[in-house]
């Protein structure tokens, strides 16, 4: 799987949009971008997934460069409860029994939302 | 949505013994699930692949006899850690995807262990 870089914390004030970068130069051409994020002490929570194309769900914006070496998600309007670490990840889909399921989790961006 | 769930959320235990922990996909079925571990302020790091029918595959450095993991039908998966030590106490999740290729995983919440 190709590698991310994410800033390693971030700041951002509740109510206003939160940008999230990750860059991924490696990304080959048939691997999806996925985020999740982990709030204290909980599993990680899956937000959205993408190939190329900028894609939208009731939680988030996933935004990727036209040469897709990096990805953007975009949280509209951070709540306090929005305060997470947050994973970019890119994987190529596999076959449900494929080993290449698995995620590699790097160090993540740790956002903190502020009142 | 697709749906995992762990149980216990959180145990604690005394050195030497062994703890199970479960792991269930609700509402899909999972030939595949996968078993991470955390300790404190660090990422995930996938121990295991729990292969349905079949022995699991662990990562580099994961003792196979002291994580038992047991995949015996296709909603549930153990994971046993025998003979329990101190150093075995963190937080581990399970996760499974459900069918199409570009699917995402989806995680239990969470074991939280300490041996004492």
């Known amino acids: 799987d190709a590698k991310t870089t994410q800033p390693p914390s971030m700041d951002c004030a509740e109510g206003r949009a939160a940008n999230l970068p990750c860059n991924h130069s490696?990304?080959?051409?048939?691997?999806?971008v996925y985020w999740y994020r982990q709030i204290h002490s909980q599993g990680p929570q899956y937000i959205i997934h993408g190939l190329k194309n900028n894609e939208t769900n009731e939680m988030a914006s996933l935004i990727i460069t036209e040469d897709r070496k990096s990805s953007t998600l975009i949280l509209p309007h951070a709540t306090l409860r929005d305060t997470a670490v947050y994973y970019c990840?890119?994987?190529?889909?596999?076959?449900?029994?494929?080993?290449?399921?698995?995620?590699?989790f790097g160090g993540g961006t740790r956002v903190l939302v502020k009142p | 949505g697709a749906v995992v769930s762990q149980h216990p959320s959180w145990v604690i235990c005394k050195s030497g013994t062994s703890v199970k922990i479960e792991c269930r996909s609700l509402d899909f079925q999972a030939t595949t699930m996968f078993w991470y571990r955390q300790f404190p302020k660090q990422s995930l790091m996938l121990m295991a692949t729990s292969n349905e029918g079949s022995k699991a595959t662990y990562e580099q450095g994961v003792e196979k006899d002291k994580f038992l993991i047991n995949h015996a039908s296709l909603t549930l998966s153990t994971l046993t850690v025998t003979s329990a030590h101190p150093e075995d106490s963190s937080f581990y999740i399970c996760s499974a995807r459900t069918q199409g290729a570009s699917r995402p995983l989806h995680f239990g919440n969470g074991t939280r262990l300490t041996v004492t």
């Open positions: 990840i890119v994987r190529v889909p596999s076959g449900i029994k494929a080993a290449g399921n698995k995620l590699t």
């Open positions: 490696t990304i080959s051409g048939n691997e999806y």
